[in-house]
């Protein structure tokens, strides 16, 4: 079944270029909205897979475009990949902070375009998990709250990306420059080791008694592993 994207975007040009491109992928289809109220309109009718969203655009802007999407449960899941001729630093805070998932911008290269599209799609596969509980653990992953052992824990933005990252992957190992791009995403050119620094913290704030729950894979990275007597431990 081919994934829906919806291209936002008032210049045609740029539309045409973005449905041939993707089309021409095979299994994704493209629906164009020129105007963002006919934006806001098609995201809630077709619930899209990505929406591609330019800010510029008439009437509504793009920004607002943003800040409707991410207030509604309905569409707040939908990921957003802004493609913008808006450069600065500004701009492109703003428009992550709103809750972009990616930011591009104009001219672009098309090979680029898809792969930010391929890759968006990819992050986002398992944010519709919203929970885990083992009896032991629980995290619920949009309110950012974590219990272990009955106890409110605390852990910053990216100890909790981590772990989430983990979780949703349990039982497979991961390198630390995957943790890196699930966690940091594509911007982050520092050490692959700062991943080893925020494993510490997890530990340490969460207790010896969680010792078990990331298995450290030598030569390779980090695994969640649910213990033993764990074992039923669930997503929802």
């Not at 919806?6 to 095979?26: G, H, Q």
């Not at 493609?83 to 998932?101: F, I, M, P, Q, Y």
């Not at 998990?129 to 709250?145: I, K």
């Amino acid at each position: 079944m081919k994934q829906c994207i919806l291209a936002i975007e008032d210049n045609k040009d740029i539309c045409e270029a973005v449905r041939y491109n993707l089309e021409k992928e095979k299994n994704f289809s493209v629906v164009e909205a020129h105007t963002g109220e006919e934006g806001v309109s098609l995201a809630f009718k077709l619930k899209p897979s990505l929406i591609i969203l330019d800010l510029m655009l008439p009437g509504v802007s793009g920004f607002e475009v943003c800040r409707i999407l991410r207030r509604d449960p309905e569409t707040r899941h939908i990921p957003i990949l802004i493609l913008s001729a808006r450069s600065t630093e500004s701009d492109k805070v703003l428009g992550l902070e709103l809750g972009a998932n990616d930011y591009m911008t104009k001219p672009f290269g098309v090979r680029e375009l898809v792969a930010r599209v391929r890759s968006t799609l990819r992050k986002n596969d398992g944010q519709q998990v919203e929970s885990y509980d083992d009896g032991r653990l629980q995290m619920h992953f949009e309110n950012y709250e974590i219990r272990f052992e009955g106890e409110n824990r605390r852990l910053t933005l990216k100890e909790f990306g981590l772990l989430k990252a983990l979780i949703l992957n349990a039982g497979r190992a991961l390198t630390r420059e995957k943790i890196l791009n699930a966690v940091w995403e594509y911007s982050y050119y520092g050490d692959a080791r700062t991943v080893d620094v925020h494993i510490r913290r997890i530990r340490r704030k969460l207790g010896p008694n969680f010792k078990d729950y990331i298995e450290t894979v030598t030569g390779v990275g980090y695994r969640f592993r649910r213990p033993a007597q764990q074992a039923a431990g669930s997503l929802s």
